[in-house]
Structures are given as C-alpha cells and as structure tokens.
C-alpha cells in the first residue's frame, strides 16, 4: 500500500455457534432411547437482539476462548432452516426432509451454546416433521439455512440426498448484493438470505436422542470497515463498493457435497463471475468515525483480491490485496475482517487517456498507441502507473492474459506518462477457417484411454461390431468419432477371424500363381515374401509408429505402437474430416503404412447397385460406396474479422479507459469435395488436392493441400532417379512419396520397375490375357496392397461400363447414362444411371470431377472439370483400365498410365 492510505488487519475466525437438540415428544426422560416412526423435535441454540432489520445477522460479539466464535442473531418465526436425513422420514409426506421454524431464542452473552426452540412448520394446520426411522439403523442428519420455504425471491437454496449417506447443498452468490442502512450504527447490513450455513451429525443405533448440529458458514463474509484519514470528512460520497478477483470466483452458483465428516467439496457452476458490489444509491460521507460494509463471496479460496471504492462525481480508488499479509482465508468460518481502510480526502486529479489504434492487416503486422497516465496534486503532476486486462466476449469476461493472436502488447507500466508514452500491439496473421461444421459424434464414449481403444478390425467401416468381436484387417480404416484406437499390426487384408478359422487369409499374400508379372507371394519392405499377416511373425520388430502426414491439424495425436497393435487419439476438440498415413518403423526404416479416413459421411459409406454395360442377365451387380475412398465434402475458408477490448486500469485512482483492438477479416479459397489419389497398384494414398478449380481447358495446377504437423511430415519428392521406375519394397518404405516417371515419347508410364499385373487382384487378369474379360464381370479378389478399407476392393475391370450406352467410349454426349449432362461444368461431375441396359431413368450414382495428377508429378490437374477412377484391371506392364469423364463424355474404359494417380470409388467385395 502506498502512504496516502493504510490498512490494518485483524482476521478473526467467526464461528456461528448453534446446536440442535432433538428429544421425544412429551418426554422429559433425556436417555429415553428412541423408536421408529418417534417423531423428532429440534432445538437450537443462537444470540438473539431485538430491532433486527434483515433476517438472521451476525451479532459482532465474540464469545469463547480460542478460537473464538461469533454468534448469530436469529429472528423467531421469520428463520427457518430444512433438515434432511436418507433414514428419517416425513410424518405425513413421501420425503426425508422437514423444515422447522425458530420459535423462540435466549441470548446468553458469553456463551457458545444457549438454548432455543425450533418446531415443525406448518402446513394446512399440521406440523409436518421428521420421524425416527428403523433403530438399528445408523442415522445421517443434515441441515440448511436458509430453508427454501422462508419463500425469499433472492435466495436460491437447496439441499437433498446424495449417494453414500451425503447431501448436495445447492446455492448463489449475487454479483450485485443488496443492503439495509442502519444510521445509528453506520453499518451496510447484507441480506442474510446469502448467508448459507450447513450442519451435519451422526447418530448411532440405539443412542438416546439427543442431536447435536453445529451450524458453520457455507459462503465467505467480507467485512469492511471504512475511515477517513483526515479529520475532515471527505466531501466526495461513497457510492459503491466493489470485490474482484484475478484468480477466484466470487459470485454465482455452487454446489457442495456434505459427508458426515463435515463439508467435503464446492463445485462452482460454469460461468460464475469474478466480482461482488454493492450500490450505495446517493452515498454516505466518510469520516474518522467507521464505516461498517459487509459482502458475501462464494465459499471457496478467495485469491488476488481487488478492492474498488466508488465515489460521486466518478472518482475511485483501487486497493490491491495480493498478499498473504493482507488476506487471509478462514477455511473453517470463512469470514474475513479487514477493518480501517483508510481513505485520504484529496485524492488529487487523475488524468488517463488512451488513443484507440489503427485497424490491423489481416496478415499481421503493428500498429501503434498513446497512454496519459498522471496524477495532478498541490500543483505537480506525477505519473501514475497502470495495468490491463483484455476481453475477447465484449467486456463479459476479462484476462491477464493476451488474446491468442494477439503475439506483443504491454500488460503494465509501473510508471506511467504525463506527455503519453507510446506502445506497440502486433497481431499475427489471421488465419484462414473452414466453414465445415462436423455433423457426427464429438463426445468420447467408452474408449476414453488408450487401455479402452477399440480395435478398428473388429468393427466394418459403419462401426458395427464383427461377430464376437473378430478381427477382419485393411489398409485403409474409417473412423467416426472421437476417442481412442487401435489398428493391429498386420500386413493389408492378410488378417480375416470372420472367414478363416486360423485367421490368415493367405490367399491375399501367397497365391502361389506363376506367370510373367506374376507375384506368387507378395512381397515386404525388405523384398522378402510375406509369411504370415502379424508384421512380428515375419521376424520384423516395429519399434515406433509416426504420423507421416495429415491433412487437417491434430486430426490425430498419441500415435505409438508395440508388437502387436498402432494406437491412436482423435480429439473431440479438433475432429473433422480429413485423413492420414500412419507408418509402422523399425529403426529408421517403414515396414508398413494404414490410411486412417476420419469422416461424419457414414450414410454415403453405404453401397448403391451398379450394373455394368456386360452384365446381361443384370444378375451380377458392383455394389459401390456413394463417395470416393478418402473423400472430404466441400468447404470455404475464411477469416473473419476479430477484436479484442484492452481496458487499461490506472494505480491507486482505479479508473479504467478501454480501446479496442482490431484486425481485418479476409476471404479464402472456396474448396470443392476432394478426395486422396492413388498410383496404380500402390495401397497408400497421395495427399488430396485442396479443391481449388482448374483452368478447365489447360493444365494449370492446384496447389496442394496444407499437411500437418509443419515441417514436412507430407514428402512430395521427386524420386532421384527421374526416368527409373522404384521397386515395390521400395514403395513400402517410403509411401508419402510420389514415384515421378517419364511417359511422353513412349516412355515408361509404370511408377514400378516389375509392371506386376496382381497387385490389386490376386486373380492378375489382364488384357488381352483372358478372352473372357469383354463379356463378364470378373470378381477381384483382394490383395494385401489393396488401398481399401475392410469389405471393399478396388472395382473390376467392367464396373463403370454401364455410364455409357455402348458400353465403352461415348462419340455423342447423349451416350451418356447421367441425368446431368447440360450441368456438368456446374454440378463439377456426372449423376450416372445405376440400372441394368441403357435407359435414361432410375437411381443415380455421382462421380466428381477431381481431377487427376500425370505420373511427371507435378501437382493435381483440372480439378472440377475432369475425373477418372481406377479399375483393378491392367492393360499391359505400362497401363491399368479406368474410368473418364468430362463435359465432353465418358470413357468407361479408359487406359491410363499406372504411374498417374487417380480416385478409387470402392466396390463392396
């Protein structure tokens, strides 16, 4: 504290000292044990003075050695209080509670305990109290004041049962507390109504019945007494007075938990505020002789307290009681004295002022501001010291702390300015938001921890649990909703309890084929064969599991793994859709990578029939997923404008000025649905585009979307030796990477060195290998490199033939089987027609115009105005089937290069 004032401290724990006595009805016999259904009569001790003019006060005598106590002062038939018990039982009523009035109180001066009456309420001319339960019985009592029936419209009071022989008191603290006058005594008395008390006893079986309840305070009572340090009055009128805290909470609703032990917790409700007043209306005029003020605070620690006096005319003072020597909090009475603040009379003149700074560019950068900050007294002007605290609601809420984008700005001057001292605020760039909300779960359910997480094998890609829980395994799995997962560590599809009594499905690793570009075992990232689906059973040990890259920030976090399982987080607070490539390492080196699809579209995972141009008898229909593997809807990103209010208040004054700081909003990018890409036969997606439009008549590119975490954790990198194909293993241990070929001039347009034909299809048909590729849908069998999630494969070879009329490239645009044909440049894709043969009608599939990236590897082409989707079908060592469109038509079986990556639209196995 400064010279101008002093405070001097006298802390006093304060006690209210009442007991309750419970004897039987017309029984003068103390020892008389007591029976079931005997009814319970109260009496309670309390301080008693006549002329209160608010229910219920504290008295100001301190009674008792050490530690002392204060008493309370009841008001018969006006108090009341509500006594539960779980084993006790309403005379007349289904309850365990009652409420007794105060019928009577004797003021014994200098004792703790002095007997008073207390007797049922009321009600319809009949005392309805509380009757002994059974005997044997252990019985919990405990009570409340103020009792909710008092029929207050201030208070909010409450109390029941809780589990285990506890009570639950309910109760608030207003922010603005109203007070009666009292001129004789120059004291602001509180409204008692705030002035929450609990009691609690035991009593065993068969004890003679006597109940003891010693009443304690269940809120903190402040108590000022304000002086004036001259002896002339002060000509300026107190008005207000004010409580506030930088750490507490002050006002608001709480809940405490009482056990038989006594007060076991407080609960503060969400929102609770940070200060208490009181408005003094016209004022009073201090002056040598005290000035008595009382406040109420919620019960807990109260911290970093802040005491504001206002006065007429707009003048205040500001007295911080930060430390331990000035404040002290009685955790047993919760009751604080702080007597003789003293208040000089010329408080002088203070001069504050602030400039409100210019308007922030939305990328960043400074601007500037002015303080006058000074104090004018007996003619010399003295700078005077302020601090500041910020508001990002609009003044409801306010910090110390710097609002998040806000990266510098002064929070105090010790010193202040007469002439205004200048400062600098600099903000950071104001980032780019999407509009997408996320519709799906955003609560964690039971897989709360990492010894919870559901194993995504035993769950389809709809989170419908495998019978008794088996495990079914992919390289790609979905995930719905936050939490924590886990993924086994096993080689694609080789892992399948569902089908195979053992579990290994070799088929999908060792097909024992022979043949030119055949493999007959699949191979690892060592060039190997696999042996067996467990990643450990092949001799292998994964000593780490990294996210190697995500499209959107912290989509996943807590990535680890052991021998047997990758373990993952996805965080209710940043969940949306997107996706990410996890990799399984030993040592330095990647032995195995999964694709984790985080989407709220499950209704779009399901499949719709669709019947190729071959399929004449209609009997053999591709059961297709309603979006693309990976797909992310459509979205906008801007950045609205934003603001923070920085209020600035003065030392020692306690005035406050505010300015605001602002920044400028922009707009972004408008993103189309996009989805990931894949290298023909590669099981690991391409980082997505981020669905900016193409030029839709060149080969202007997009640019890529933003990976996460920063640093490159997504490898776009150009493979060093440009026009050489990689070997499969090779692929294995580095899947974030785009294998960049030559293909023009007849160069190599396989991103592989081995051009095997089976990867995706264990079958390994190609063209023109099997004569009967042209009039039937060959089933492909999956393999361990196939990209998709579990029960899906990439399609055959004729899935998309029934988009056309002929059943291959269209010459006329009314070839075309889609319902869209005059809005496809608007729609960015086509609405084909799903049914058997060749008519223009019926349900319809829509296939998105992504756009596709060459194998030269430079980015991600015509996004909105060209599509094409692999089929597991190679057409020789260089090329793979697939389907094209754009507004000019559709090539149902198109060849394109394996090195290309193109969308995959899943095809139910």
Same mark, same amino acid.
């Given at each position: 504290?400064?010279?101008?004032?002093?405070?001097?401290?006298?802390?006093?724990?304060?006690?209210?000292?009442?007991?309750?006595?419970?004897?039987?009805?017309?029984?003068?016999?103390?020892?008389?044990?007591?029976?079931?259904?005997?009814?319970?009569?109260?009496?309670?001790?309390?301080?008693? =003075?006549?002329?209160?003019?608010?229910?219920?006060?504290?008295?100001?005598?301190?009674?008792?050695?050490? !530690?002392?106590?204060?008493?309370?002062?009841?008001?018969?038939?006006?108090?009341?209080?509500?006594?539960?018990?779980?084993?006790?039982?309403?005379?007349? #009523?289904?309850?365990?509670?009652?409420?007794?009035?105060?019928?009577?109180?004797?003021?014994?001066?200098?004792?703790?305990?002095?007997?008073?009456? /207390?007797?049922?309420?009321?009600?319809?001319?009949?005392?309805?109290?509380?009757?002994?339960?059974?005997?044997?019985?252990?019985?919990?009592?405990?009570?409340?004041?103020?009792?909710?029936?008092?029929?207050?419209?201030?208070?909010?009071?409450?109390?029941?049962?809780?589990?285990?022989? #506890?009570?639950?008191?309910?109760?608030?603290?207003?922010?603005?507390?109203?007070?009666?006058?009292?001129?004789?005594?120059?004291?602001?008395?509180?409204?008692?109504?705030?002035?929450?008390?609990?009691?609690?006893?035991?009593?065993?079986?068969?004890?003679?019945? =006597?109940?003891?309840?010693?009443? #304690?305070?269940?809120?903190?009572?402040?108590?000022?007494?304000?002086?004036?340090?001259?002896?002339?009055?002060?000509?300026?009128?107190?008005?207000?007075?004010?409580?506030?805290?930088?750490?507490?909470?002050?006002?608001?609703?709480?809940?405490?938990? /009482?056990?038989?032990?006594?007060?076991?917790?407080?609960?503060?409700?969400?929102?609770?505020?940070?200060?208490?007043?009181?408005?003094?209306?016209?004022?009073?005029?201090?002056?040598?002789?005290?000035?008595?003020?009382?406040?109420?605070?919620?019960?807990?620690?109260?911290?970093?307290?802040?005491?504001?006096?206002?006065?007429?005319? @707009?003048?205040?003072?500001?007295?911080?009681?930060?430390?331990?020597?000035?404040?002290?909090?009685?955790?047993?009475?919760?009751?604080?004295?702080?007597?003789?603040?003293?208040?000089?009379?010329?408080?002088?003149?203070?001069?504050? *002022?602030?400039?409100?700074?210019?308007?922030?560019?939305?990328?960043?950068?400074?601007?500037?501001?002015?303080?006058?900050?000074?104090?004018?007294?007996?003619?010399?002007?003295?700078?005077?010291?302020?601090?500041?605290?910020?508001?990002?609601?609009?003044?409801?809420?306010?910090?110390?702390? /710097?609002?998040?984008?806000?990266?510098?700005?002064?929070?105090?001057? $010790?010193?202040?300015?007469?002439?205004?001292?200048?400062?600098?605020?600099?903000?950071?760039?104001?980032?780019?938001?999407?509009?997408?909300?996320?519709?799906?779960?955003?609560?964690?359910?039971?897989?709360?921890?990492?010894?919870?997480?559901?194993?995504?094998?035993?769950?389809?890609?709809?989170?419908?649990?495998?019978?008794?829980?088996?495990?079914?395994?992919?390289?790609?799995?979905?995930?719905?909703?936050?939490?924590?997962?886990?993924?086994?560590?096993?080689?694609?599809?080789?892992?399948?309890?569902?089908?195979?009594?053992?579990?290994?499905?070799?088929?999908?690793?060792?097909?024992?084929?022979?043949?030119?570009?055949?493999?007959?075992?699949?191979?690892?990232?060592?060039?190997?064969?696999?042996?067996?689906?467990?990643?450990?059973?092949?001799?292998?040990?994964?000593?780490?599991?990294?996210?190697?890259?995500?499209?959107?920030?912290?989509?996943?976090?807590?990535?680890?793994?052991?021998?047997?399982?990758?373990?993952?987080?996805?965080?209710?607070?940043?969940?949306?859709?997107?996706?990410?490539?996890?990799?399984?390492?030993?040592?330095?080196?990647?032995?195995?990578?999964?694709?984790?699809?985080?989407?709220?579209?499950?209704?779009?995972?399901?499949?719709?029939?669709?019947?190729?141009?071959?399929?004449?008898?209609?009997?053999?229909?591709?059961?297709?997923?309603?979006?693309?593997?990976?797909?992310?809807?459509?979205?906008?990103?801007?950045?609205?404008?934003?603001?923070?209010?920085?209020?600035?208040?003065?030392?020692?004054?306690?005035?406050?000025?505010?300015?605001?700081?602002?920044?400028?909003?922009?707009?972004?990018?408008?993103?189309?649905?996009?989805?990931?890409?894949?290298?023909?036969?590669?099981?690991?997606?391409?980082?997505?585009?981020?669905?900016?439009?193409?030029?839709?008549?060149?080969?202007?590119?997009?640019?890529?979307?933003?990976?996460?975490?920063?640093?490159?954790?997504?490898?776009?990198?150009? &493979?060093?030796?440009?026009?050489?194909?990689? *070997?499969?293993?090779? *692929?294995?241990? &580095? !899947?974030?990477?785009?294998?960049?070929?030559?293909?023009?001039?007849?160069?190599?347009?396989?991103?592989?060195?081995?051009?095997?034909?089976?990867?995706?299809?264990?079958?390994?048909?190609?063209? $023109?290998?099997?004569?009967?590729?042209?009039?039937?849908?060959?089933?492909?069998?999956?393999?361990?490199?196939?990209?998709?999630?579990?029960?899906?494969?990439?399609?055959?070879?004729?899935?998309?033939?029934?988009?056309?009329?002929?059943?291959?490239?269209?010459?006329?645009?009314?070839?075309?089987?889609?319902?869209?044909?005059?809005?496809?440049? *608007?729609?960015?894709?086509?609405?084909?027609?799903?049914?058997?043969?060749?008519?223009?009608?019926?349900?319809?599939?829509?296939?998105?115009?992504?756009?596709?990236?060459?194998?030269?590897?430079?980015?991600?082409?015509?996004?909105?105005?060209? @599509?094409?989707?692999?089929?597991?079908?190679?057409?020789?060592?260089?090329?793979?089937?697939?389907?094209?469109?754009?507004?000019?038509?559709?090539?149902?079986?198109?060849?394109?290069?394996?090195? &290309?990556?193109?969308?995959?639209?899943?095809?139910? =196995?």
């Amino acid at each position: 504290m400064n010279g101008e004032s002093s405070i001097m401290q006298t802390m006093n724990k304060l006690f209210c000292g009442l007991m309750a006595l419970a004897a039987l009805v017309a029984c003068t016999r103390e020892n008389l044990v007591h029976g079931a259904g005997d009814e319970i009569v109260f009496g309670a001790s309390t301080g008693y =003075e006549n002329g209160l003019e608010t229910r219920t006060e504290y008295s100001g005598d301190l009674v008792g050695t050490s !530690p002392k106590y204060e008493r309370i002062n009841w008001v018969p038939n006006e108090d009341r209080i509500r006594v539960y018990s779980g084993q006790a039982t309403h005379r007349y #009523k289904d309850q365990h509670w009652a409420d007794y009035q105060i019928t009577a109180a004797t003021n014994t001066t200098g004792e703790r305990n002095s007997k008073a009456t /207390l007797a049922p309420v009321v009600e319809v001319g009949t005392a309805n109290g509380l009757v002994w339960g059974d005997p044997s019985d252990v019985h919990y009592f405990y009570a409340l004041y103020p009792a909710p029936s008092m029929g207050s419209t201030a208070a909010s009071a409450s109390i029941s049962g809780a589990s285990n022989n #506890k009570a639950t008191i309910s109760g608030s603290i207003p922010a603005e507390q109203p007070v009666v006058w009292n001129a004789a005594k120059r004291e602001y008395k509180p409204d008692m109504n705030y002035a929450y008390m609990y009691a609690v006893a035991k009593v065993e079986p068969q004890v003679p019945g =006597e109940v003891k309840l010693g009443f #304690k305070p269940l809120m903190t009572a402040v108590e000022l007494n304000l002086v004036a340090l001259s002896a002339d009055p002060l000509t300026a009128r107190l008005t207000s007075v004010t409580l506030s805290s930088a750490e507490s909470k002050m006002s608001g609703s709480f809940t405490a938990t /009482l056990s038989e032990d006594g007060l076991e917790a407080v609960s503060v409700a969400e929102g609770a505020g940070n200060s208490v007043s009181v408005s003094l209306g016209e004022g009073v005029t201090l002056s040598s002789q005290p000035l008595k003020i009382t406040l109420f605070a919620l019960p807990v620690e109260q911290k970093k307290i802040t005491l504001t006096l206002g006065f007429s005319g @707009g003048l205040t003072r500001r007295l911080e009681l930060r430390d331990a020597t000035d404040w002290l909090t009685l955790t047993d009475c919760r009751k604080l004295y702080l007597n003789n603040v003293g208040v000089p009379s010329d408080i002088g003149t203070y001069h504050f *002022s602030v400039t409100t700074p210019a308007t922030l560019g939305a990328t960043g950068g400074s601007t500037g501001f002015q303080v006058v900050s000074y104090r004018s007294k007996a003619g010399a002007n003295t700078g005077i010291g302020w601090t500041a605290a910020f508001s990002t609601d609009g003044g409801t809420n306010w910090s110390d702390e /710097l609002p998040s984008w806000i990266t510098a700005c002064p929070v105090s001057d $010790p010193d202040g300015s007469t002439a205004g001292e200048s400062f600098t605020v600099t903000a950071a760039v104001n980032e780019l938001v999407s509009s997408k909300v996320w519709q799906g779960t955003a609560t964690v359910g039971t897989n709360n921890s990492k010894d919870a997480a559901i194993d995504l094998s035993t769950r389809d890609v709809y989170g419908n649990a495998n019978s008794a829980d088996k495990r079914r395994s992919a390289n790609c799995y979905v995930v719905s909703a936050p939490g924590w997962y886990k993924i086994p560590a096993v080689y694609g599809n080789a892992l399948d309890e569902v089908i195979f009594s053992d579990g290994k499905n070799v088929l999908s690793y060792a097909n024992n084929r022979s043949g030119a570009n055949i493999l007959p075992r699949f191979l690892r990232h060592d060039g190997n064969g696999i042996t067996d689906p467990w990643i450990r059973n092949n001799g292998i040990t994964i000593s780490k599991a990294e996210i190697l890259w995500q499209d959107g920030k912290d989509l996943l976090s807590t990535v680890s793994a052991d021998a047997s399982y990758l373990y993952f987080y996805v965080a209710p607070e940043t969940i949306k859709q997107g996706n990410a490539l996890l990799g399984a390492f030993q040592g330095s080196t990647v032995v195995w990578s999964w694709h984790i699809w985080v989407t709220d579209r499950t209704s779009e995972l399901q499949t719709v029939n669709v019947y190729s141009r071959r399929d004449a008898d209609a009997t053999r229909p591709n059961r297709m997923m309603k979006m693309n593997l990976g797909w992310l809807d459509a979205e906008t990103y801007n950045a609205a404008p934003r603001s923070a209010v920085m209020r600035l208040t003065q030392n020692s004054s306690g005035e406050t000025v505010e300015m605001t700081i602002s920044q400028e909003g922009r707009s972004g990018r408008v993103s189309y649905g996009t989805a990931p890409t894949y290298q023909w036969g590669r099981k690991d997606p391409m980082l997505e585009s981020d669905g900016s439009i193409s030029d839709q008549y060149s080969d202007k590119l997009t640019p890529r979307m933003e990976q996460y975490p920063a640093g490159g954790a997504y490898l776009f990198i150009n &493979h060093p030796t440009y026009n050489e194909p990689v *070997s499969v293993p090779y *692929s294995i241990q &580095h !899947p974030n990477r785009f294998y960049r070929v030559a293909y023009r001039d007849n160069g190599p347009g396989d991103w592989s060195t081995e051009h095997y034909f089976n990867l995706w299809n264990v079958n390994g048909i190609r063209e $023109p290998g099997d004569a009967t590729i042209n009039d039937a849908d060959v089933k492909v069998v999956k393999t361990v490199y196939d990209p998709c999630p579990v029960g899906f494969t990439v399609p055959n070879r004729n899935a998309f033939t029934g988009f056309t009329t002929t059943g291959s490239k269209n010459t006329a645009l009314n070839q075309v089987r889609a319902s869209n044909t005059a809005t496809f440049t *608007s729609d960015y894709g086509y609405s084909f027609y799903v049914s058997a043969g060749t008519s223009m009608s019926g349900a319809t599939l829509f296939f998105p115009a992504n756009g596709y990236q060459l194998s030269d590897g430079l980015g991600i082409r015509l996004v909105t105005n060209t @599509g094409y989707y692999w089929t597991a079908t190679p057409t020789d060592g260089k090329g793979a089937r697939s389907l094209q469109l754009n507004r000019n038509g559709t090539d149902p079986l198109n060849s394109g290069f394996r090195g &290309h990556a193109f969308s995959i639209r899943p095809a139910a =196995e």
